[in-house]
């Protein structure tokens, strides 16, 4: 890889007088950016996009783009819009991309005078278009990205796709399938591995925006102080930084199914939902306890590990020059 790929900077493009975001959550995936999404929406003076991952600017991600199983993940999340929206009119079919740029606008009629506007779509990072579609429409927004230890990042995406059911094989044979699949069709092997590819993704955005435009944060630091973090972006975002979020509940927690092959069947034969709904609330946590294992006891196989960090190495060496950060630990 080479580490000094050029960028060209495209001419800004007039702008509407609709509200419309002025910063952005890019990335990376499966760090932390739905929590973050949830506990910038508690700030009065901040308005988050009520649906999160619209990927407006981000055009590899279409339904026609999409593999037939990530369609039907698609499909369902469409039943909730007309909820979270809320505005009368008919809602467009799967889910929650946002493909024009009047139903993108649609997302910030809500504003009401917040200072800082906001959407949080994490395949920003990834994809190759998003950040010189952003700096085309609004080269005056703030930019924020979490990077999170590859390795770990592509372990936690894993992880999600078993619990949706997308999946049953090994983390590893998951791995070697990714390593496999054709580029192109978006699925759950690809843009797997190719999502912590961070250094060529985040130069496409420090080639545009101006440095004090850009926040990078890292996740193994960022969440180990959810204060200190929130109450640096609250500064980055000119609101006020005194405002303290509610960050007790952690949103898209790490969780794994203790019976992964029965759980992938129960999915797919789409019969998981009428069965816990069989099971009173006040019963439901003890059944999620004893269907899913949660938290810091799931771990990466070292093997696993290792094999990743000889993947990424090159990148990661080549981010820690671009961005002059030891990142030793990621090698580790």
């Given at each position: 890889m080479?580490?000094?790929d050029a960028q060209i900077r495209p001419s800004p493009i007039a702008l509407s007088k609709s509200p419309a975001p002025n910063f952005f959550i890019v990335?990376?995936?499966?760090?932390?950016?739905?929590s973050l999404h949830g506990y910038l929406h508690q700030h009065p003076e901040i308005y988050m996009s009520p649906v999160k991952e619209p990927c407006y600017f981000a055009p590899e991600i279409r339904p026609e783009n999409f593999s037939p199983g990530f369609r039907r993940h698609l499909e369902r999340q469409t039943r909730?819009?007309?909820?979270?929206?809320n505005d009368g009119e008919p809602?467009?079919?799967?889910?929650w991309i946002a493909q024009d740029w009047d139903n993108y606008l649609r997302l910030f009629r809500p504003v009401r005078g917040e200072k800082a506007i906001g959407e949080a779509s994490a395949a920003y990072l990834w994809s190759?278009?998003?950040?010189?579609?952003?700096?085309a429409r609004f080269p005056e927004a703030r930019i924020v990205m979490i990077l999170r230890d590859p390795a770990e990042r592509a372990f936690s995406q894993y992880l999600h796709q078993v619990a949706l059911g997308l999946t049953r094989l090994s983390f590893r044979r998951h791995i070697e399938h990714a390593l496999r699949v054709p580029h192109g069709e978006l699925n759950i092997y690809y843009p797997f591995l190719e999502a912590g590819l961070y250094a060529a993704q985040v130069k496409r955005f420090l080639d545009l925006f101006p440095r004090d435009q850009v926040r990078i944060y890292w996740y193994e630091e960022a969440w180990s102080n959810p204060s200190h973090l929130l109450r640096d972006l609250f500064q980055f975002l000119a609101v006020n930084p005194e405002f303290e979020a509610d960050t007790t509940r952690k949103i898209l927690e790490r969780r794994r199914p203790r019976f992964a092959r029965a759980h992938y069947y129960l999915k797919k034969l789409n019969v998981w939902r009428p069965l816990r709904a069989l099971v009173p609330t006040s019963l439901r946590p003890s059944l999620r306890s004893a269907a899913f294992r949660t938290g810091g006891s799931i771990r990466i196989d070292p093997a696993d590990r290792q094999f990743?960090?000889?993947?990424y190495r090159?990148?990661?060496?080549?981010l820690s020059t671009?961005?002059?950060?030891?990142?030793?630990?990621?090698l580790i």
């Amino acid at each position: 890889m080479d580490c000094q790929d050029a960028q060209i900077r495209p001419s800004p493009i007039a702008l509407s007088k609709s509200p419309a975001p002025n910063f952005f959550i890019v990335g990376a995936g499966k760090a932390g950016t739905t929590s973050l999404h949830g506990y910038l929406h508690q700030h009065p003076e901040i308005y988050m996009s009520p649906v999160k991952e619209p990927c407006y600017f981000a055009p590899e991600i279409r339904p026609e783009n999409f593999s037939p199983g990530f369609r039907r993940h698609l499909e369902r999340q469409t039943r909730k819009l007309k909820h979270i929206l809320n505005d009368g009119e008919p809602v467009r079919p799967l889910g929650w991309i946002a493909q024009d740029w009047d139903n993108y606008l649609r997302l910030f009629r809500p504003v009401r005078g917040e200072k800082a506007i906001g959407e949080a779509s994490a395949a920003y990072l990834w994809s190759s278009a998003a950040a010189a579609n952003i700096y085309a429409r609004f080269p005056e927004a703030r930019i924020v990205m979490i990077l999170r230890d590859p390795a770990e990042r592509a372990f936690s995406q894993y992880l999600h796709q078993v619990a949706l059911g997308l999946t049953r094989l090994s983390f590893r044979r998951h791995i070697e399938h990714a390593l496999r699949v054709p580029h192109g069709e978006l699925n759950i092997y690809y843009p797997f591995l190719e999502a912590g590819l961070y250094a060529a993704q985040v130069k496409r955005f420090l080639d545009l925006f101006p440095r004090d435009q850009v926040r990078i944060y890292w996740y193994e630091e960022a969440w180990s102080n959810p204060s200190h973090l929130l109450r640096d972006l609250f500064q980055f975002l000119a609101v006020n930084p005194e405002f303290e979020a509610d960050t007790t509940r952690k949103i898209l927690e790490r969780r794994r199914p203790r019976f992964a092959r029965a759980h992938y069947y129960l999915k797919k034969l789409n019969v998981w939902r009428p069965l816990r709904a069989l099971v009173p609330t006040s019963l439901r946590p003890s059944l999620r306890s004893a269907a899913f294992r949660t938290g810091g006891s799931i771990r990466i196989d070292p093997a696993d590990r290792q094999f990743l960090i000889d993947y990424y190495r090159p990148d990661i060496e080549c981010l820690s020059t671009l961005l002059n950060r030891d990142l030793s630990s990621w090698l580790i």
